[in-house]
């Protein structure tokens, strides 16, 4: 076999120019300049302290890479039929410390321990995370948009400025409109406003300087008969100079007289000279119940031919009546009405679905500003029927008394009407029935208080015998035969 000689190398001669930039200069010798200063020597770290050197220190030659245990007996091999044997087990130095170095796969971090807005998911696919993007960008990113939004509202503003812009007027415009057809079913409240309007008025009184309005029903249109509330009217009976005018749905009107009028019951008549009036239908209290849809007719705060609805929200309900400047001092078992009754409305028509006259609007609970708050009381028609006759008739009514003065009482298990005096040779005086009794029912009427007591009592007709329960000292409740006298 032959030897090959290694060839010799030579340098490639270097041009004058490159000589001229790169070669050393003539009064240096070696590579660098000899009056460089030297470098300063590298301090010499200090050794290590022995515990550091056996606790971190290489093995000791011979063994393996990890040192073994402080006793000095190394440890149990593990083999592939321990519980934690692996096919690389011979890889990796913590199952078996006597296993030589391995290199294995590069680190993999999960998305959130990735440092920089890129991340790489465990596809492998890259993604950009908003919240490590730089201040910078996000600066950037957001002069971007305003930029945009400002050019874009600037383009707008132009050219709303340039365009041509539409007349102001248009001479000759109609604008459509639809025929739905509207069916307005009997029984409905337009329905029964078309009907009974035509048979309330308005009426107005002047005293003087003073004046006052209120509405009626016309009860008897043939004859020009209207009935309305006592406390409308009663400040003009016999008073010099008084005026009393009914207006009608149409627009006319007429002067009124005074029939007759019943403080007790809040229940007048006036009559008018007018003929062809529509008369307004009468219903009957008994058909009325609690819920019935109703409809109040009349002129709330002078405005006339005002129509409200609601239902009566409760029956038999006794209220007291008076009023500022009239006599009227009543009792009367109300129909009670969430449809809304305003001053004005007094002596107007309260009508039921099938526009039957089923009270006379006479009062409102009202907080104290004097509006309607959903709770107006009507009389019942029974009782204005039974009062207007006797009115027409003898221009007077008259009532069953009992003779006695009450007051409501209660002694927490029973309510009644204590008696505070009783009148002598009055009905109750002649029965037996003493001060401080306390009265707890009429016939078959409970008494609860010193209003059910008046109601009770005028449910029936002077001369009637009725039975009153009442309690003595404490004891038990008695009963005593009472014939009523009229009042």
Request: zero cysteines; charged letters at 20%.
């Amino acid at each position: 076999m032959q030897r090959l000689e290694p060839r010799p190398v030579r340098a490639p001669q270097a041009s004058p120019a490159q000589a001229s930039a790169f070669g050393r200069p003539d009064q240096v010798d070696g590579s660098f300049s000899g009056d460089r200063p030297p470098l300063p020597e590298r301090p010499v770290p200090p050794p290590p302290p022995e515990a550091l050197l056996r606790a971190f220190g290489p093995p000791t030659p011979g063994s393996g890479g990890l040192q073994e245990p402080p006793s000095g007996r190394p440890g149990r091999r593990r083999t592939s039929s321990g519980p934690w044997w692996k096919a690389d087990a011979r890889t990796d130095p913590w199952r078996d410390p006597a296993a030589p170095a391995g290199l294995g796969a590069p680190a993999v971090y999960a998305e959130d321990e990735q440092p920089g807005p890129v991340v790489v998911d465990a596809k492998g696919r890259r993604k950009v995370r908003l919240r490590d993007l730089s201040v910078r960008l996000t600066t950037l990113a957001v002069l971007a948009l305003l930029l945009v939004g400002i050019v874009a509202g600037g383009v707008g503003w132009y050219l709303t400025r340039t365009a041509d812009e539409s007349p102001l007027y248009a001479p000759g415009t109609t604008l459509s409109q639809v025929d739905p057809g509207i069916t307005r079913e009997p029984g409905s409240v337009s329905d029964i406003a078309d009907a009974v309007i035509p048979a309330v008025v308005s009426i107005e009184v002047r005293v003087g300087q003073a004046g006052a309005t209120g509405s009626g029903v016309v009860i008897d249109g043939g004859n020009g008969y209207i009935v309305t509330n006592n406390h409308v009217i009663s400040g003009a009976d016999d008073v010099e100079g008084a005026e009393i005018r009914a207006v009608f749905s149409d627009g006319s009107g007429s002067a009124a007289r005074i029939v007759g009028r019943d403080p007790a019951s809040d229940i007048a008549v006036i009559k008018v000279e007018k003929p062809g009036l529509v008369t307004a239908s009468l219903g009957r209290s008994d058909d009325v119940v609690v819920g019935d849809p109703v409809v109040a007719i009349g002129s709330p705060l002078g405005l006339a031919g005002t129509v409200t609805s609601g239902i009566v929200s409760a029956l038999d309900r006794p209220v007291r009546l008076s009023g500022e400047g009239t006599d009227t001092n009543a009792v009367i078992s109300a129909v009670q009405t969430d449809a809304p009754i305003n001053p004005g409305n007094s002596g107007g028509a309260l009508v039921d679905a099938s526009g039957a006259l089923v009270g006379i609007n006479t009062a409102i609970a009202s907080t104290g500003a004097g509006g309607s708050i959903g709770l107006g009381f009507a009389i019942p028609i029974d009782t204005v029927k039974r009062i207007t006759e006797q009115l027409i008739s003898t221009g007077s009514a008259v009532h069953a008394a009992l003779g006695v003065n009450a007051r409501s009482v209660t002694d927490g298990a029973r309510d009644g009407a204590l008696v505070l005096n009783v009148e002598p040779g009055s009905a109750a005086a002649r029965a037996g029935i003493r001060e401080e009794d306390i009265i707890i029912a009429v016939g078959d009427t409970p008494v609860g208080s010193s209003e059910e007591l008046v109601v009770a009592v005028d449910a029936y007709a002077p001369g009637e015998e009725v039975t009153v329960e009442f309690v003595r000292g404490g004891g038990d409740s008695q009963t005593v035969q009472a014939t009523l006298d009229p009042a």
